[in-house]
């Protein structure tokens, strides 16, 4: 069964062919979204076991998730995104948040996990404490990393469109949604509109964003 056709997230097949589609999919930033549809209770269940029980260091959580699919919350947040260059006069925001659902990664502090685990003291042996904050960092930022890949390949196999933003207001999101750090990574997850080219604004549809080819990454094989 094609996972575009799907009835659910439990009730397809998968197959090379469509892990391989998939992935490229999940490449493509989409723009605009069918707010008429609404992601089904199994399926984001099943994205957030995909954001929460991947890979990181030690099994540490180095960051906290949001789930959002309030409506008037996401347009809150979309209106802190305003940083898109359209030209040199004129900027725009970015409508990937705008999706049937938004999530938002959120800095968590890690050395607490750490002090639950007894490992802070392990790891801070024979470094000073400058260079473990420099690790941790490093280690969050690479869980975030793998955190948002899963969830973006999860989305599209089940037949989602996504879009990623790091462009935005820290400060003033952080405010909106009440959390206790610094968002990170905003993730828009949800049904494309099938009227539109991907890459027209949400809003304003006079405005096409750019795109560019993915530069091809070197690839070394050792058999």
Not at 105 to 122: G, I, V
Not at 145 to 156: E, P
């Amino acid at each position: 069964m094609s996972l575009d056709n799907k009835d659910s997230a439990s009730e397809f097949q998968i197959y090379n062919s469509d892990i391989k589609q998939a992935i490229i999919r999940s490449q493509h930033c989409q723009r605009n979204w069918d707010l008429s549809k609404e992601i089904t209770q199994e399926d984001l269940d099943l994205l957030i076991t995909a954001a929460t029980q991947c890979p990181s260091k030690q099994n540490v959580a180095y960051y906290k998730i949001h789930f959002i699919t309030k409506r008037d919350l996401i347009e809150s947040i979309h209106s802190q995104t305003d940083g898109f260059g359209i030209n040199t006069m004129q900027t725009t925001t970015n409508t990937q948040v705008l999706a049937n659902l938004l999530v938002v990664l959120e800095k968590y502090d890690a050395k607490e996990s750490y002090y639950r685990n007894d490992q802070w003291d392990q790891l801070k042996k024979g470094i000073n404490d400058n260079q473990a904050e420099i690790d941790i960092e490093r280690d969050r930022n690479i869980a975030i990393g793998i955190a948002a890949g899963y969830l973006n390949v999860v989305a599209s196999l089940l037949g989602y469109s996504t879009g990623f933003c790091s462009c935005f207001r820290p400060a003033n999101i952080k405010e909106i949604l009440k959390l206790n750090n610094e968002p990170i990574l905003l993730i828009g997850i949800g049904f494309k509109d099938e009227t539109l080219n991907r890459r027209i604004h949400h809003i304003d549809h006079s405005l096409v964003f750019p795109t560019k080819n993915k530069q091809s990454i070197p690839v070394n094989i050792i058999k």
